[in-house]
């Protein structure tokens, strides 16, 4: 058998992404283990065309139906299909010319191509952490039923993966996820409420695209990933704890019945847990900076400040109810950060759009998929309709 014919074929949805881009920086590297079968853009259709070109994959989709024909235009005489339309992404997606999916759409949009692509029982390396935060249930029901093995992408359940390696059989006390605090770690409202944009977007540790960066800094983004954690590993909700890290070292940990604790640890590095995804069940080598300890840092740890950001205490809660409020409180957050990243709220102002979005919509105990897309959408529209133009 030749080495071409055992490459992984790797599916990238959402290429453009800083996921994206770390994962084709991941296969770049290792170019005798992967290939790329499949990218995908929404809006961004130069760095699609500069991505095609040089990896040559099977299949190029930009969600931007407008852009269709420059893409189009610049990959003519390339055996690359093109197609175009959120529609386009859930038929490639069903397609059978890739062995894995790299779910790195971000927000709600990744929940469909996902879910194809477990229909058709394709591994998937999860990046989006919204496609379980929205609905975790019917995902996960339906990847046992078409033994559509979920890697997760996200640091911190990159970390709890595999320190479950060989621990199948024993059962987890609690496990607890690590938050860096983000750039305003110790900072008070009456700090917060001056805080634009660009500051915001500064974070201390960690190199990754604006949405995920706001949800750091307002501690969203480990509400959501608690959400996640909470289906993707089978746990109730009084098993997932959040520490503050700052050090970013520790990336999450879990604690035994029998009060052992194992943790993963690394420099702050996504392309680390994306090329543990894309390789799994192998470890490969890389060039990846190390942590030396024998020029440790003080690694601390403190309770969150709920207090100051109340979006924890929202996910807790969206957590412990279940049913859509988890929707909700995803669909409001994704406004309420595209509302402040164009300076129309301010920082404080996106928990209380959330708050008030999850108290005004109907609650739903158990959701249909398609009554999840409902709530999503109702939710959106009640968040926009509160943002003053």
């Given at each position: 058998?030749?080495?071409?014919?055992?490459?992984?074929?790797?599916?990238?949805?959402?290429?453009?992404?800083?996921?994206?881009?770390q994962a084709l920086e991941v296969i770049d590297a290792n170019p005798n283990i992967f290939s790329v079968e499949v990218l995908t853009a929404h809006s961004n259709d130069d760095l699609?065309?500069?991505?095609?070109?040089?990896?040559?994959?099977?299949?190029?989709?930009?969600?931007?139906d407008k852009k269709y024909s420059h893409v189009k235009a610049a990959l003519a005489g390339h055996p690359i299909k093109v197609f175009a339309g959120e529609k386009?992404?859930?038929?490639?997606?069903?397609?059978?010319?890739?062995?894995?999916?790299?779910?790195?759409?971000?927000?709600?949009?990744?929940l469909r191509p996902t879910l194809c692509a477990i229909r058709n029982g394709k591994a998937i390396a999860?990046?989006?952490?919204?496609?379980?935060?929205?609905?975790?249930?019917?995902?996960?029901?339906?990847a046992m039923e078409h033994k559509a093995p979920i890697i997760p992408v996200d640091s911190e359940h990159s970390a709890i993966f595999q320190c479950l390696v060989g621990e199948t059989r024993n059962r987890i006390?609690?496990?607890?996820?690590?938050?860096?605090?983000?750039?305003?770690?110790?900072?008070?409202?009456?700090?917060?409420?001056?805080?634009?944009?660009?500051?915001?977007?500064?974070?201390?540790?960690w190199s990754m695209g604006a949405k995920i960066t706001i949800d750091s800094a307002t501690?969203?983004?480990?509400?959501?990933e608690m959400i996640e954690a909470r289906w993707l590993f089978g746990l109730l909700p009084d098993q997932v704890q959040v520490v503050i890290h700052p050090q970013s070292i520790i990336h999450s940990m879990i604690m035994f019945e029998d009060g052992s604790i194992k943790s993963q640890m690394g420099l702050p590095d996504m392309k680390l847990p994306i090329q543990y995804a894309l390789a799994f069940p192998r470890r490969i080598p890389s060039n990846?900076?190390?942590?030396d300890?024998?020029?440790?840092?003080?690694?601390?740890?403190?309770?969150?400040?709920?207090?100051?950001?109340?979006?924890?205490?929202l996910a807790t809660e969206a957590l412990n109810k279940g049913g859509n409020l988890p929707c909700v409180l995803n669909a409001a957050n994704e406004i309420a950060v595209f509302a402040f990243l164009r300076n129309r709220i301010g920082f404080l102002d996106m928990t209380d759009l959330v708050e008030r979005t999850m108290q005004e919509l109907p609650f739903i105990p158990n959701p249909t998929l398609e009554e999840y897309f409902d709530s999503d959408g109702e939710a959106r529209n009640f968040a926009a309709s509160l943002i003053k133009l």
């Amino acid at each position: 058998m030749s080495n071409a014919s055992v490459k992984k074929r790797i599916a990238i949805f959402g290429s453009t992404g800083s996921v994206g881009k770390q994962a084709l920086e991941v296969i770049d590297a290792n170019p005798n283990i992967f290939s790329v079968e499949v990218l995908t853009a929404h809006s961004n259709d130069d760095l699609l065309i500069k991505q095609a070109l040089h990896f040559n994959p099977n299949v190029v989709v930009i969600g931007d139906d407008k852009k269709y024909s420059h893409v189009k235009a610049a990959l003519a005489g390339h055996p690359i299909k093109v197609f175009a339309g959120e529609k386009a992404l859930e038929e490639v997606a069903a397609m059978d010319i890739y062995d894995m999916m790299l779910a790195a759409i971000v927000g709600f949009a990744g929940l469909r191509p996902t879910l194809c692509a477990i229909r058709n029982g394709k591994a998937i390396a999860l990046a989006n952490k919204e496609t379980l935060v929205v609905a975790g249930d019917i995902v996960m029901k339906k990847a046992m039923e078409h033994k559509a093995p979920i890697i997760p992408v996200d640091s911190e359940h990159s970390a709890i993966f595999q320190c479950l390696v060989g621990e199948t059989r024993n059962r987890i006390e609690k496990i607890i996820l690590t938050a860096s605090g983000g750039p305003f770690l110790g900072k008070k409202p009456n700090f917060l409420v001056n805080v634009k944009r660009d500051h915001a977007l500064q974070h201390p540790n960690w190199s990754m695209g604006a949405k995920i960066t706001i949800d750091s800094a307002t501690l969203m983004n480990k509400g959501l990933e608690m959400i996640e954690a909470r289906w993707l590993f089978g746990l109730l909700p009084d098993q997932v704890q959040v520490v503050i890290h700052p050090q970013s070292i520790i990336h999450s940990m879990i604690m035994f019945e029998d009060g052992s604790i194992k943790s993963q640890m690394g420099l702050p590095d996504m392309k680390l847990p994306i090329q543990y995804a894309l390789a799994f069940p192998r470890r490969i080598p890389s060039n990846f900076p190390r942590y030396d300890f024998r020029k440790p840092n003080t690694l601390t740890f403190e309770e969150p400040d709920t207090k100051t950001f109340r979006n924890l205490v929202l996910a807790t809660e969206a957590l412990n109810k279940g049913g859509n409020l988890p929707c909700v409180l995803n669909a409001a957050n994704e406004i309420a950060v595209f509302a402040f990243l164009r300076n129309r709220i301010g920082f404080l102002d996106m928990t209380d759009l959330v708050e008030r979005t999850m108290q005004e919509l109907p609650f739903i105990p158990n959701p249909t998929l398609e009554e999840y897309f409902d709530s999503d959408g109702e939710a959106r529209n009640f968040a926009a309709s509160l943002i003053k133009l």
